[in-house]
């Protein structure tokens, strides 16, 4: 069974930092693309960020410069580093996992953390 637990949501203010963490299994960690998304009230889920298994990591234009993808694959953990938060930033976080599942692709998704960042 695939869990992907995430953690580490919360109220801050402006300027903030925050990371959040999930903790994935049921998966071989390691040779899934794992990604960080986010929804706002009202508004469609959107990427924040992905890390392939190589490593390589993409961001969306809104949190560049700001937030950090990473991923210890000895833990299977993924982490998402957030600075300078913005009131913007508020939202509904969740971890993602893109791989392989025999001849297919799946996406795993988990339950969500909420962020809330306050002005």
């Known amino acids: 069974q695939v869990q992907l637990v995430e953690s580490g949501g919360g109220l801050v203010q402006a300027g903030g930092s925050l990371r959040l963490s999930c903790a994935a299994s049921g998966i071989k960690f390691s040779i899934y693309t794992m990604g960080w998304y986010r929804q706002a009230p009202g508004k469609q889920r959107e990427l924040v960020a992905t890390i392939a298994n190589g490593g390589r990591t993409n961001y969306g234009n809104s949190v560049k410069g700001r937030f950090a993808i990473s991923r210890d694959n000895a833990k299977n953990t993924l982490y998402l580093q957030m600075n300078s938060l913005k009131p913007e930033d508020t939202a509904v976080y969740y971890c993602?996992?893109?791989?392989?599942?025999?001849?297919?692709?799946?996406?795993?998704w988990g339950q969500g953390t909420q962020v809330i960042v306050s002005s």
């Open positions: 993602n996992a893109h791989g392989p599942v025999g001849p297919s692709w799946e996406d795993y």
